[in-house]
């Protein structure tokens, strides 16, 4: 094993077990310093004990790279593969048949690591796509991208997606649904995207009707693909217990089923977006699924399995899950707004 590989390791499972991000932070800083090295001269420096000299390479990353180079599993590694927990028991079938993620962040917005390597780990687990959807610009507390940093992002994917064919970012957005449930970017750019997640941020403390007039006026917007975690509500974490927002689930699941939208079957841990007695409800309107991570780094990638078991378990067949579609099949979907008349390609 590639001392590189090594310390990516780590840190993958480091995020796949919600560790903090500090924790995280030094073994991918330590990777990126050794990634700049030849081979010669890693190895020069692991003889001479001088890695530790190199900026973001402390005693514990130098010895994973030290002990890598020697031919064995370092013992850092081993131990946190030893002790990696299942994630969730069902939902291997689904799991399977999963080509991708609709809702992954990168350092853009509130995300931990570049667009890269968030796209290089979808590749290791497997998939052959996944969708950029950084935040939009009223969300200041996850530093949302304004159109201006959009349209600029937009350039560094067709730039990646050269380099990493036949695997593919989609460009996206994880649009915030304003108070008057309009979506929070400019028309011009929304109809430029291949994959849009509307979800409510704020106000989820908001009476029954309002909510519910929110989410129907982002369902019924032709750019819209999936609605995000509808519930907002959080079991887990520093901010919770965080209720369910409250709104007319019927009403939203059969706008959803009409238009076209998909849910979300959102797999973050502290989320586990929607419920279960709303996700069967969402089955029984007719609504097609995607199974997300809302991944913000790249070990939380592996959370799909989570969110495959919940899927099972509600019963939802696997082809009513968009995220099991080849790319055509998908980017057909995304862009029925012009094949309708609703709206402009890639909606």
Known sequence: MHPVDALRRVAFLLERSSAPSFRVKAFRTAAAALARLDDDELARRARGGSLTDLPGVGATTARIATEALAGQVPAYLQRLEDEAAVLAEGGQELRAALRGDL??????????????????????????YIALTDHSPRLTVAHGLSPERLAEQLDVVDRLNERLAPFRILSGIEV????????????????????????????LRADAAEMTRRMLGAVANPHTDVLGHCTGRLVAGPRSPRPESQFDAD??????????????????????????RLLRRALDAGCLFAVDTDAHAPGQLDWQQIGAARAQEAGVPTDRVVNTWDAGRLLAWTGRHTQSGQGQPGG
């Not at 809702?103 to 497997?126: F, I, K, N, Q, Y």
């Not at 915030?176 to 106000?203: K, N």
């Not at 699941?253 to 238009?259: D, K, L």
């Open 103 to 128: 809702h992954v962040h990168s350092d853009w917005s509130d995300g931990g690591s570049p667009v890269e390597e968030m796209a290089l780990t979808a590749v290791e687990l497997g998939h052959d």
């Open 176 to 203: 915030d649904i304003t108070e008057d449930g309009g979506l929070d970017q400019t028309e011009e750019l929304l109809g430029r995207l291949d994959v849009v997640v509307a979800s409510v941020h704020s106000r």
């Open 251 to 276: 009403a939203v699941f059969a706008a959803c089923a009409a238009r076209g939208v998909a849910v979300e079957i959102n797999s973050r841990p502290e989320r586990l977006d929607p419920p279960m």
